[in-house]
């Protein structure tokens, strides 16, 4: 390849990213009401990337592609885990910031990394260690969640009581899956 095509196409990749910078720049409100923009999402620096970011989207596809390409059930129980801990986190911090609706959101989706992640642990080649970690982190995640239920309403509080049931359900399977 010639210097001038390389030129080119740094030159191509350096407009794509202000195209970008700019884009989320203006979908963005800085300092207003609230942080409260007309999508929901917002920008802020020195703060771990919360549902209410605007580059959050980013860190989602970040997240599934790395959970796609693990290899081993093992490495995958643990990264679920992982994924699960930080939505649970996430969720704390979206309800603190008077977020609730995202906080839910954020609930559901720390649920179903621990659903699945218990549902790797019963796989055949999954350890003893993967079983226990899996246990400890629905433990966890109740106990959460028990901690954040007077933040929220009546309707919200029945999602939050199905997903307990369900996570119930799993731990009860992989304490089962021991004998």
């Known amino acids: 390849m010639s210097k001038q095509i390389i030129g080119l196409h740094l030159l191509a ?4 990213g202000l195209i970008l910078v700019v884009s989320l720049f203006s979908a963005a409100k800085f300092g207003s009401d609230k942080n409260l923009t007309a999508s929901g999402l917002t920008w802020y ?3 771990p990337i919360l549902p209410d970011h605007i580059a959050y989207p980013i860190l989602m596809v970040v997240d599934k ?3 796609t390409t693990t290899k081993g059930t093992s490495a995958r ?4 885990v992982n994924y699960g801990h930080r939505r649970l986190q996430a969720a704390i911090a979206l309800v603190e910031k008077k977020k609730p609706g995202l906080g839910l ?3 559901t989706k720390a649920q179903k990394y621990l659903n699945q992640a218990a549902i790797d642990a019963l796989k055949p080649d999954a350890t003893l260690a993967d079983k226990k970690l899996v246990i400890l982190a629905i433990e966890n995640q109740d106990q959460q969640i028990r901690k954040l239920q007077l933040n929220f309403e009546e309707l919200d509080l029945t999602v939050m009581n199905q997903l307990g049931r369900d996570a119930e359900m799993l731990e009860e ?6 004998k």
């Not at 990749?13 to 794509?16: C, G, H, R, S, T």
């Not at 399977?173 to 021991?178: A, C, G, Q």
């Open 77 to 80: 129980v643990h990264m679920q």
């Open 13 to 16: 990749w350096l407009v794509a």
């Open 105 to 107: 959101t954020a609930l």
């Open 173 to 178: 399977k992989l304490i089962n899956s021991f």
């Open 45 to 47: 620096w020195h703060q």
């Open 65 to 67: 592609v790395a959970l």
